[in-house]
């Protein structure tokens, strides 16, 4: 494929899919990454530092990632041209190349473009969200027991009012969507009609079993004991409230679920192991109580969009915050890393930031490619180096006696604790 400017690292080969969307992953494979936004410039370089060290020292040169830069974002501005966001090139690579990382992208509030991070997650369909939330020894907590907080949560990534469709307040079409409502759809209820604006929550039955399947599937794969669909549904009820029934349907249709006690809550052994796995329901705001006084009880959760965008940060909290939470998007069988912060822009270019969560997203990303030995060295390394007290600022103005690394020097601290 002939790329404009994305320049193909010569010696690399493509990961390639089967037809079971199994990878085909060579010695050699060419990752895309998009360095971001902010910090993007600090995080992604020393994510490198530590997933090459990995690489290396598990596979003893045998395996090597050789990293394409592909851009999006303030970088893709000045690569292409002023208005180029979001290249079509990047998008193909992206593709092409099956597994990527990315670092943070900025998104205007109110006006401006509409986020490049969900723009990338709806072009190329990656409909699951996969946030794993666990605490590392030695990390600091504003919790008690945050050993009890260890949650993968499963947000969907394509529908819900994350879909953008909305209209501000004043225009010809958020008039028009008013003025339909209202007149053809007999809406009697929005209380200021004149200067309103408008926006559409989209969640369909596809796009609701599809993610609650990934979920469902991932509490067999990996012996959990529970499925939590988490919403809003007592409120929202065709949305919300269609999302926890649909899992629930989902789970009794394709994975034998039965009534637990009566119901609503339901039950199925694990084909695998023949544990139970309960699968059950909270509303959304319960839930982030929940997740604080309770967190042993949760396990695997399934949410829409928003939802899983506020629990994310939330449960991130109680395990160190978001400098180390990391993410997946994943189609089946396109799948981008990507870390759960933003661009943290009051910290850009400084070499000051965790570089944790962009390397635990890239942990992820062995694991996914099939490089077990390689992941579970980033794991130890990370775990050495905060239980040694070599920590950032984050976590360094929380803990007593630690000593204070750049992001750069964490990511090589990663590396040296392998
Ligand atoms: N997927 C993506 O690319 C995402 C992009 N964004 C975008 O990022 C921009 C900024 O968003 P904002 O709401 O400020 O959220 P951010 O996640 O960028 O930052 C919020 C705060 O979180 C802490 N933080 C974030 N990253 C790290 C890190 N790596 N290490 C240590 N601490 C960290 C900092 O806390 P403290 O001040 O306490 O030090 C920071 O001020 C916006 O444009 C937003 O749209 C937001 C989320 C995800
Ligand atoms: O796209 C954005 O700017 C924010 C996205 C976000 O908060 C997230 O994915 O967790
Ligand atoms: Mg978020």
Redesign the pocket.
């Known amino acids: 494929m002939g790329f404009q400017k994305i320049v193909v690292p010569e010696g690399g080969e493509k990961i390639t899919v089967n037809a079971d969307n199994t990878l085909n992953v060579p010695n050699n494979p060419i990752i895309p990454y998009i360095e971001?936004d902010?910090?993007g410039v600090d995080?992604t370089p020393a994510m490198m530092i530590a997933i090459d060290a990995a690489v290396q020292k598990a596979y003893s040169g045998e395996r090597k990632i050789e990293w394409m830069e592909v851009y999006a974002g303030e970088k893709a501005t000045q690569v292409y041209d002023p208005d180029t966001w979001l290249p079509e090139e990047t998008l193909e690579a992206v593709k092409d190349y099956v597994v990527s990382i990315k670092g943070?992208?900025?998104?205007?509030v109110g006006g401006g473009i509409r986020?490049l991070?969900v723009a990338l997650r709806q072009k190329l369909d990656l409909y699951t969200c996969l946030r794993p939330v666990r605490w590392f020894e030695g990390v600091p907590s504003p919790v008690k027991k945050p050993a009890d907080v260890d949650m993968v949560i499963f947000r969907e990534n394509s529908e819900d009012i994350y879909a953008g469709i909305e209209w501000k307040a004043g225009t010809a079409e958020a008039d028009k969507v008013i003025k339909f409502l209202r007149e053809e759809m007999g809406v009697t209820n929005i209380r200021f009609p004149e200067n309103c604006g408008i926006g559409v929550k989209p969640v369909s039955v596809e796009g609701t079993k599809r993610l609650v399947r990934q979920a469902l599937q991932y509490a067999v794969d990996n012996d959990r004991e529970s499925v939590t669909l988490v919403h809003k549904g007592n409120i929202m009820k065709f949305t919300e409230g269609s999302f926890k029934d649909w899992g629930y349907e989902l789970a009794k249709e394709e994975f034998g679920a039965e009534l637990l006690d009566g119901g609503p809550w339901m039950q199925f052994k694990n084909p695998k192991s023949g544990k139970t796995i309960v699968v059950k329901d909270v509303i959304a705001d319960a839930m982030l109580q929940q997740i604080l006084l309770r967190p042993a009880e949760y396990d695997v959760i399934a949410t829409l969009n928003l939802n899983g965008d506020y629990l994310s940060d939330a449960l991130a909290a109680e395990v160190g915050?978001?400098?180390i939470a990391p993410g997946a998007n994943l189609a089946d069988a396109v799948a981008m890393f990507?870390?759960?912060?933003?661009?943290?822009?009051?910290?850009a270019g400084q070499d000051k930031?965790?570089?944790g969560?962009l390397i635990l997203s890239a942990e992820m990303m062995l694991r996914h490619m099939g490089w077990v030995e390689a992941a579970d060295l980033v794991l130890q390394g990370m775990e050495k180096a905060i239980s040694k007290g070599e920590v950032?600022?984050?976590f360094h103005r929380l803990m007593d006696d630690a000593k204070l690394l750049k992001c750069s020097e964490f990511g090589q601290a990663v590396a040296d604790n392998m």
């Not at 943070?104 to 205007?108: I, R, S």
């Not at 990507?338 to 910290?347: D, F, M, N, S």
Request: hydrophobic share 25%; proline share 13%.
């Open positions: 971001g902010g910090i995080v943070p992208l900025t998104t205007p986020s991070n915050g978001i400098g990507e870390a759960t912060h933003g661009t943290a822009p009051k910290y930031v965790n570089p969560s950032t600022y984050d």
